[in-house]
């Protein structure tokens, strides 16, 4: 990328995303807006207005949109910088808001430093339709979910259970026990509950195709107890290039998983995760913390730091193991990932003995 004196010489576009328009601003070298208008978020449209420029600067936010928008205007010869609408307090937390302030704020602040807006890299197109297969899946356990608790509710209030099974078996289980005054009703929700067990299955079996021909490198976490294929696969395609980060350290700050902070003179209280970066990769990492910490985890170096910090007492003392196992997995995985080392559940444990014992 050039430095922002290089790029003072060409035109900085500012465009705040809608789904039917968006707005935009068009600012000259000298840093004046010369031009203001909408223009409607499709790509003939976006080519016709964008097409005819000279390469330019054009700053977008995150979102739904960024993806497809940020590679046509790639494909047209323009700088593309998406912001990072979470870090960007002039435009998320202004108190004139509208697409057009926004569209200049925008523009005014990827002409003076790219770095003010924490610009996050657009995945590629195939790491999107990728990540859609997992999240497709997740929807259909989702519905599932509600269905199974709607039919479990329902017979609960004629007197009646139906039998703790797993979510998967429960279509054949709840099937031949449904009270006959509800059986109507509830039949067609059962059939469908056996009908998205069966899509689940097939997208389980299309995700570990995808892992084992794409994404290799997700063998190298199986050994860890507690990262099944779809938690691995959300890794790899958030982080899609692990060379990006300087160090392993700094995964745990990319997913969210580490503490805000808000120090100020001798003040520096302890504060809640940031939840930043990609949020599915994050919930799966927390819950193979819990896996790791719970009943039928391992005896691992991960589950002994976690035991550790939960036997400070309370149930926040708890549920901060947690969060930390799930940074340390993180670190953890991005550290397999580029070094190609087979995984050691007691590696820490044994090189401390070993000290111990020299």
Known sequence: MENSISWQARMTVGMDLGDRWSHYAVMDEAGVVVEEGRVATRPA??????????????????????????????????????????????????????????????????RADVE???PV????????????????????VRCRTRLVNHVRSAVKGTGERLPRCSTATFAKRARPMLPAEMRESLLPLVDEIASLTAAIRAFDRQLETLAQQRYPQTELFHPVKGVGVHTALAFVLALEDPRRFASSRAVGSFLGLRPRRRQSGDRDPQLRITKGGDEMARRLLVTAAQYILGP?????????????????????????????????????????WVTGEAYEPLRNATLTAEADAA
């Open 296 to 336: 039928f985890g391992p005896d691992t170096d991960l589950r002994r730091f976690g035991l550790r910090l939960a036997a400070r007492g309370g149930k926040a003392a708890k549920k901060r193991a947690v969060v930390a196992v799930a940074r340390k997995l993180a670190v953890l995985l991005h550290r397999l």
């Open 45 to 110: 449209a976006l080519r016709q207005r964008f097409g005819a420029m000279a390469p330019a600067r054009v700053v977008i936010e995150a979102g739904a949109l960024s993806g497809w928008v940020g590679r046509l205007l790639g494909e047209l010869g323009h700088e593309l910088v998406v912001a990072n609408p979470r870090r960007v307090a002039l435009v998320s937390g202004s108190v004139d808001k509208s697409d057009g302030v926004d569209a200049r704020t925008l523009t005014r602040l990827g």
């Open 121 to 140: 890299v657009p995945r590629s197109a195939q790491t999107l339709a990728d990540r859609q297969r997992l999240r497709a899946r997740e929807a259909l």
């Open 116 to 118: 003010l807006l924490f």
